[in-house]
T-cell receptor, first 116, second 114 residues
Framework: GAGVSQSPSNKVTEKGKDVELRCDPI?????LYWYRQSLGQGLEFLIY????????KSGLPSDRFSAERTGGSVSTLTIQRTQQEDSAVYLC??????????????FGAGSRLTVL | AQSVTQLGSHVSVSEGALVLLRCNYS??????LFWYVQYPNQGLQLLLK??????LVKGINGFEAEFKKSETSFHLTKPSAHMSDAAEYFC????????????FGKGITLSVRP
């Protein structure tokens, strides 16, 4: 697609429920990233995919968080047994990939998660 | 480990005044540096990036930033603020071999007074 697409744009859930957030990257972009944006915390890196593999999962805050990517395209971020501190905007980004730190990330509009 | 520091969380300027948003980085290897902007209810978009080609980098909407190795800084400037510049600005750092992962600062909210 023309841009990075994320769904849902807004999700309200009850504490303890599982949620799935979806990211559809720019066509041809092999690298995909998930970040979390919380008020006053800036952007926190969660996980990086190159193709379908995830060489860097260092930012996932707990084992309740997982992500997968299939077909080198769409990615799903799953949060199990949600807690109130999981409330945040989850941002997905994609880039052409490779090891160059100069690659520009293109961000989606985000999925706002509210855990009641 | 690489990091960026954005001092303060909020800057307010008058329309037409100079905009200066500060960013200092910490990196043990030559960094790549970026400024992203997030307008209200929108996603992040790239303003400009430094990739070692030139120390003074010009971006969109009249913004520019200068890489100063001696000061480990990459401050963002614009000579004359416009109301439409009101947004949140993020500085970020990356380097080759780090799978392009960006490490962001906490962001600065810019307000522009009429």
């Amino acid at each position: 697609g023309a841009g990075v697409s994320q769904s849902p744009s807004n999700k309200v859930t009850e504490k303890g429920k599982d949620v799935e957030l979806r990211c559809d990257p720019i066509s041809g972009h092999t690298a995909l990233y998930w970040y979390r944006q919380s008020l006053g915390q800036g952007l926190e890196f969660l996980i990086y995919f190159q193709g379908n593999s995830a060489p860097d999962k260092s930012g996932l805050p707990s084992d309740r968080f997982s992500a997968e990517r299939t077909g080198g395209s769409v990615s799903t971020l799953t949060i199990q047994r949600t807690q109130q501190e999981d409330s945040a905007v989850y941002l997905c980004a994609s880039s052409r990939g490779g090891s160059s730190g100069a690659n520009v990330l293109t961000f989606g509009a985000g999925s706002r998660l509210t855990v009641l | 480990a690489q990091s960026v520091t954005q001092l303060g969380s909020h800057v307010s300027v008058s329309e037409g005044a100079l905009v200066l948003l500060r960013c200092n980085y910490s990196s043990s290897v030559p960094p790549y540096l970026f400024w992203y902007v997030q307008y209200p209810n929108q996603g992040l978009q790239l303003l400009l990036k430094y990739t070692s080609a030139a120390t003074l980098v010009k971006g969109i909407n009249g913004f520019e930033a200068e890489f100063k190795k001696s000061e480990t800084s990459f401050h963002l400037t614009k000579p004359s603020a416009h109301m439409s510049d009101a947004a949140e600005y993020f500085c970020a750092v990356s380097f080759t071999g780090a799978n392009s992962k960006l490490t962001f600062g906490k962001g600065i909210t810019l307000s522009v007074r009429p």
